[in-house]
């Protein structure tokens, strides 16, 4: 915002710079929610696993508000590589493109890095990662050393359930507002509530695509979680109810931890 003067006022650039220096390390830094103090030596490492559309993301920005502890999520986290053009960005950038696993040789850098920084050392979320055994077993190491105590969660929903959610899914383009024709369905068939511009489905929300996407999980991901359930150190909480059920189911489990 520029004063009277033309010049840009210290408050405002201090809060655009730290809102800049937060987006460049993908990290979402909330407010200390009331209450929260109590909660956080509890919180540690949170790993949120679950298939596509389970809503990962969803909780972890809840885990985040509650705990006050930043979402590390792993498509971000390349994102942002790709976007500054670095040189592990530029090569996880085909991979990306060709709905790939990215090689842990480049993922566990980029991961390992930001974990390092200050802001994870109380705790964090994270979110897409480990998506196979050998990076649950990566993740083991890493955080050996760290002393925080690590609570791993799957948000468990039924395959047709998550098909649904995927494939129904439309989006405003005018102002991202999202809908879902089996669930959440506009009132008028195919524009939007708010300004009537035709809904449009994402690309990576086409059938094929989820189709592709659901299998990854299925061969890659499916044994990471059995790895942890194996060593009784998973915790199952039903996906398949609305968001704030999930986040109470969660923090219930977190606290009988
Ligand atoms: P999606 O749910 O569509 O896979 P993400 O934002 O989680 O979206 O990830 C985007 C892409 O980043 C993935 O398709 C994959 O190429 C890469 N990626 C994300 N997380 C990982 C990971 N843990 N290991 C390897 N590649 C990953």
Redesign the pocket.
Known sequence: MKTESGKVSRRRFLKESTAAVAAAFTIRRPGLARGAEKELSRAGVVVLLGP?GAGKSEQSRRLAERHSIPVI???????DHVRRGTPLGLQ?DS??K???????S??NPI?EDQLSQPDCARGFIL??????LA?AQSLDALLKNKGLPTHVILLDVPTERLFKLLTGRRVCPRCNRSYNIYFQPPKKEGVCDLDSTPLVQRP?DKEEVIRR?LE?YQKETLPAVEYYERQGRLMRVNGDQPPEKVAAEIESKLTAQ
């Open positions: 596509p999520s792993s498509g971000d986290l390349l994102r996880a991979y990306m060709a709905g790939q696993l990215v090689p842990d480049l993922m991961l979110d897409g990662y480990p998506r196979t990076q990576d996407r990854t």
